[in-house]
């Protein structure tokens, strides 16, 4: 529906171009977010910060900002100064802001597109954004723990947690899993699961392993017989609120003392792939990182789990070290 009242909007603005009136900076957001993403969430995103930076400069012309204004903006999102933010942000938050205003300068500002003579954030920088994935996965024996209170409640939990974990997708593409989105491959040895308006509006094929894709089917035959067999049916037809709320009531009742959200199940899947000898390159076809340097995050925590500094030390002076107090 978003997606349809942009698409109304370019016609709107390109009618608007062509009888030669000049174009608002509500035209100019609409095209921008119409022409550069397809993704739901990032619109909505994009358009909720955009929209707070036009209120601090009290609506005043996109194209007279000046590098100040977008530092001011930034320092009082970091600081919770009234009109920018009602407490400090994260620097992640501020981030979430700040990087939608230089994707709309920087494309509006293009020689070729030219709505704006100069791009005013080329010198404002996002705030750096500590990585904190390195510590937010789960043992062996913690996801197992994990599997286990979720079949406890039910079927479709359990299934859940398993999809989060063996596959690695993001909440918003799990609950968007329509039975058509799977598919074999040339020689039916394989399932693939079609991954369609993930994050950017990407589009990506992730491998179903066998054993969750007979658990998939006897689902569907399941609960088919209770809806009725349709190809848009939805595997998991829920909102984020309630899959965030089904991982973190299994992971209290489960005795788990981190704090574990479905994202943590991402984390997971990209940690154990590598352990258990994955390649960089195959993990981040699964989880549609953009960049290896993003999926390069992961293999920093894979070394260190493995084999770190200290435990070269302890082989080296295996023979002088020894426990006194077993002795």
């Not at 704006?116 to 062996?140: D, E, G, M, Y």
């Not at 953009?290 to 995050?297: A, E, L, P, V």
Request: proline residues 4%; positive net charge.
């Amino acid at each position: 529906m978003i997606n349809e009242t942009f698409k109304q909007k370019q016609i709107d603005i390109r009618e608007s171009g062509e009888q030669g009136h000049p174009i608002s900076d509500d035209q100019i957001i609409r095209l921008f977010l119409a022409t550069c993403t397809h993704s739901t969430n990032t619109i909505r995103n994009y358009y909720r910060a955009i929209e707070r930076f036009r209120s601090f400069l009290a609506y005043q012309p996109l194209g007279k900002v000046s590098w100040k204004e977008v530092e001011a903006f930034k320092i009082g999102l970091m600081h919770g100064i009234e009109g920018c933010a009602l407490k400090p942000l994260a620097p992640a938050s501020v981030a979430s802001f700040i990087a939608p205003l230089k994707s709309l300068y920087k494309w509006a500002s293009d020689a070729n597109i030219g709505f704006f003579r100069q791009n005013p954030t080329t010198s404002v920088k996002i705030p750096a954004v500590p990585i904190t994935s390195k510590k937010h996965f789960l043992t062996k024996t913690e996801v197992g723990n994990l599997l286990k209170q979720l079949l406890n409640k039910s079927l479709r939990n359990y299934l859940i947690g398993l999809t989060l974990v063996m596959l690695g997708l993001r909440v918003s593409e799990l609950i968007g899993i329509e039975w058509r989105d799977f598919d074999k491959d040339v020689s039916e040895a394989s399932v693939w699961l079609s991954i369609r308006g993930a994050k950017g509006g990407k589009y990506r094929e992730v491998k179903v392993p066998q054993q969750l894709w007979e658990m998939y089917l006897d689902y569907y035959k399941l609960e088919s017989k209770l809806e009725g067999a349709a190809s848009d049916w939805r595997l998991f037809p829920l909102t984020s609120r309630q899959i965030e709320r089904i991982i973190r009531q299994a992971s209290e009742e489960s005795g788990l003392e981190k704090k574990v959200t479905p994202h943590w199940l991402r984390h997971t899947n990209a940690t154990m792939a590598l352990l258990s000898g994955a390649s960089l390159q195959q993990v981040q076809e699964t989880l549609g990182h953009s960049h290896i340097n993003t999926t390069q995050r992961y293999l920093h925590t894979v070394e260190q789990l493995k084999k770190a500094a200290p435990d070269f030390v302890e082989e080296f002076l295996s023979d002088y070290i020894g426990n006194p107090m077993k002795e």
